[in-house]
């Protein structure tokens, strides 16, 4: 299963963060992905989701993703209190294996903060399963 979290932020957030032409390559890479996908996916929505429109390959790769019938749409805002636990276990009532890949904005390999190392952390202390970060991630 591939769970894309907060893939808005990989939008204007991207480009804020990390500069027009890094934060274009890594949307590409992030997109080509999500369109190469065949198994189970997640998106996990968040406030910026709605960038997702003015960004066209991304906003096309997750639409397409979003139509598969092994596709689910959350809400998990990072904002809100709790957003990882309600995510993972949403995560958990659709999984039809224990292989998880995450991917999405952001990933924070230093100290692990990133909402992407949040979920991960989730999953495996509350409900046993062990995720993979795949490289597409988009890391600050």
Not at 26 to 51: K, P, Q, Y
Not at 106 to 123: K, M, N, V
Request: with cysteine.
């Amino acid at each position: 299963m591939l769970v894309v979290v907060h893939p808005g932020s990989a939008c204007g957030s991207a480009d804020f963060n990390l500069g027009l032409i890094e934060g274009s390559r890594v949307r590409e890479r992030l997109a080509r992905t999500i369109l190469g996908w065949t198994d189970e996916i997640v998106v996990v929505d968040n406030d910026l989701s709605d960038e997702l429109e003015t960004y066209a390959m991304l906003g096309l790769a997750i639409a397409n993703a979003s139509g598969r019938k092994s596709a689910v749409r959350v809400g998990g805002d990072s904002g809100k209190s709790g957003w990882a636990e309600n995510v993972a276990g949403q995560i958990c009532k659709v999984a039809k294996h224990k292989n998880v890949y995450l991917t999405g904005a952001w990933h924070q390999p230093s100290d692990e903060q990133g909402c992407i190392d949040r979920l991960s952390r989730i999953l495996r202390r509350d409900h046993g399963i062990d995720s993979s970060i795949m490289p597409c991630s988009l890391v600050l």
